[in-house]
């Protein structure tokens, strides 16, 4: 199988533009409408896609992938449905990188081999798991890496010169900046930090760097793909889902794959405005 991820970033470098990351839970607002999503995303600009695997205790998320967990789990989502749903997706779409984010104890549970083995046949591309460091990898590295996925980490502002390299060991894929301090969907970062931010990282290491926390707009999207190998956007994808969720809405995949269309477009378009 080729890897997407490399595949993807190349292209994207080719074309003189950042990647437009998008995030959403898996199940959220339920199983079909989550599969109908995961469909729309590509064509509304997604380069590459992360799908939440859905858990109880998402410390390292703000209210709005919290309350996108809670939808989930009440519609009964589980780890094997998720990735039935990429299966399915698969069968349409064989270029798209799709990465699984999420915490390790519905990893721990699956079994990291029985994991890893199943997420590769399925179609995933790699894993982020925000709660497991570098020091304690040991039992889903090996699993990752026998199984060609990409293991995708994540360094934060306060990730200094000493700690880098542990963070860089063994990482693969893109590497994640968390630009704020905190939870998911918090606050923004300026993005003159951003810039100065992405320089230091890039002289460490040639992975593609991906920022994202606190990304709303297609304003602040822009801003960051000026400078950054690609922009996540998470929090204010599954707000929209939440909100047409309570209004019953019956075009939740329209709205995200508009809302989705807007931001792929000002991270398309971000460098050549900063030039002009």
Do not use: W
């Amino acid at each position: 199988m080729s890897d997407r991820l490399s595949a993807r970033f190349a292209a994207c470098a080719a074309q003189g533009r950042a990647a437009l990351v998008t995030f959403v839970t898996a199940g959220d607002p339920d199983l079909a409408t989550s599969a109908e999503i995961l469909a729309a995303l590509p064509g509304a600009g997604a380069d590459v896609i992360e799908i939440g695997m859905p858990f109880t205790d998402p410390m390292a998320d703000g209210p709005a992938i919290q309350r996108g967990n809670l939808r989930s789990l009440a519609a009964g989502t589980t780890l094997r449905q998720l990735l039935a749903m990429v299966t399915d997706f698969r069968k349409a779409d064989d270029a798209t990188p799709i990465v699984l984010m999420g915490y390790f104890n519905p990893i721990l549970a699956f079994g990291p081999e029985r994991f890893a083995a199943a997420a590769r046949a399925a179609g995933i591309d790699g894993c982020i798991v925000v709660d497991l460091p570098p020091e304690e990898a040991g039992e889903l590295v090996p699993a990752l890496s026998a199984h060609g996925l990409h293991l995708v980490r994540l360094a934060t502002p306060t990730t200094d010169a000493q700690r880098l390299p542990a963070v860089l060991n063994g990482a693969s894929g893109f590497l994640y900046y968390v630009a704020v301090a905190g939870v998911t969907g918090a606050n923004s970062a300026a993005a003159t930090d951003i810039a100065a931010a992405v320089a230091r990282l890039k002289a460490s290491t040639s992975l593609p760097i991906a920022v994202g926390f606190g990304v709303r707009t297609p304003e602040q999207a822009a801003a960051i793909a000026a400078h950054a190998d690609a922009v996540v956007v998470g929090s204010a994808i599954v707000d929209a889902i939440g909100a047409a969720a309570e209004e019953r809405a019956n075009d939740i995949p329209a709205r995200v794959a508009a809302q989705v269309a807007a931001l792929a477009q000002a991270v398309r378009t971000a460098r050549k405005e900063q030039a002009a």
